[in-house]
């Protein structure tokens, strides 16, 4: 067997082996969208941090913070208000049991972590987008922008949060086509001049890296 087809297969049984591990983790996240997640965790360019705008209940966190604790990098900030976004709201087609037993999507969120021994690699920042990123000053390797999805909400989040995205970054946006907010920015930033370029298209997450200069 050629040493490329041995490659294949380890990838293969490595990415079962985490879809197994992180099941039990509740969400909307594609079990390839987050293997990517902790691939570019693990090895994507650029220097500092790696920031995630809306954990809800930490299936996109776990696989970030596997990736990065795996290449011994980066603890993953985790950056949510942690009340649910408006399709999680009782009586929306996305209510959240567990946001009407609870009031908060935090304990969860935390229990899950606990419960895939990652908890320690997580710090997260309870605010909102607006305020975490008034407080922020450091450089960021890897954005995961998956919060509010209309399209203001969209627009928002990567003007606050792309400045501090390093040369050879990536940020990754999360449920296009879907929703048709993010959707719109998306394309819109695409379709303009811009110091991002895409360069993966996981189920439904775009990634693009930011070009040097």
């Known amino acids: 067997m050629m ?9 293969i049984a490595d990415f079962l082996s985490w879809q197994q591990r992180f ?5 909307f996240l594609h079990d390839l969208e987050g293997y990517a997640l902790m691939q570019l965790a693990a090895g994507g360019g650029g220097t500092g941090a ?9 299936r996109s966190t776990a696989f ?30 996305y209510a959240s049991p567990i946001l009407a037993r609870d009031g908060t999507t935090l304990h969860q969120f935390r229990a899950n972590l606990r419960s895939v021994g990652l908890e320690d690699y997580v710090a997260p920042v309870i605010a909102s987008s607006e305020e975490a990123a008034r ?5 960021i390797r890897l954005l995961f922008i998956d919060g509010d999805h209309a399209y203001e909400a969209s627009r928002r989040d990567f003007e606050l949060w792309s400045p501090f995205v390093t040369p050879h970054g990536m940020v990754c ?11 719109k920015f998306y394309q819109e930033l695409m379709a303009q001049p811009s110091r991002f370029r895409e360069v993966a298209t ?12």
């Open 173 to 183: 946006f999360h449920d296009i086509p879907g929703w048709p907010g993010v959707t």
């Open 23 to 27: 099941a039990p983790v509740q969400g």
């Open 64 to 93: 970030l913070a596997a990736g990065s604790r795996g290449a011994g990098r980066e603890k993953v900030t985790a950056v949510d208000h942690f009340a649910g976004s408006a399709e999680h709201q009782a009586g929306q087609p």
């Open 3 to 11: 040493p490329h087809c041995l490659d294949s297969l380890v990838a």
């Open 135 to 139: 407080r922020w000053t450091g450089p």
């Open 50 to 58: 790696i920031v995630e705008i809306g954990s809800y209940l930490g």
């Open 202 to 213: 996981v189920v439904s997450m775009k990634v693009v890296q930011r070009l040097p200069g």
